[in-house]
Nanobody, 126 residues
Framework: QLQLVESGGGLVQAGGSLRLSCAASGRTFSSYTMAWFRQAPGKEREFLAATARNGGNTYYNNYYATSVKGRFTISRDNAKNTVYLQMNSLNSEDTAVYYC???????????????WGQGTQVTVSS
């Protein structure tokens, strides 16, 4: 069982940056695939990025949606049970509620994740 708590959202001007954090409870955080999604008003929840363990190895692979590749960076600190989303060059289309999600294994770009945070609002002003 994991509990996820996002933070770091807020109001930012177009062209600016934000870093979101997602703190997880649980002793097996390092084995989980962690992902970020967002949902804008009237739209479906959208996959942004994920970090997944490479099989039995100790390193991770990162995956990105085309819409954010090159602007957003996902990273994790297993010692702190935290996953981050660094967001650069933000524009008004990035305005949404951002969610952290966890999956016990494998990778999914759908919403087929086992655990979700409560979300954090990001608003980009033009």
């Amino acid at each position: 069982q994991l509990q996820l708590v996002e933070s770091g959202g807020g109001l930012v001007q177009a062209g600016g940056s934000l870093r979101l954090s997602c703190a997880a409870s649980g002793r097996t955080f390092s084995s989980y695939t962690m992902a970020w999604f967002r949902q804008a008003p009237g739209k479906e929840r959208e996959f942004l990025a994920a970090t997944a363990r490479n099989g039995g190895n100790t390193y991770y692979n990162n995956y990105y949606a085309t819409s954010v590749k090159g602007r957003f960076t996902i990273s994790r600190d297993n010692a702190k049970n935290t996953v981050y989303l660094q967001m650069n060059s933000l524009n008004s289309e990035d305005t949404a509620v951002y969610y952290c999600a966890a999956k016990s294994s494998g990778l999914a770009v759908s919403t087929a994740y086992d655990y979700w945070g409560q979300g954090t609002q990001v608003t980009v002003s033009s």
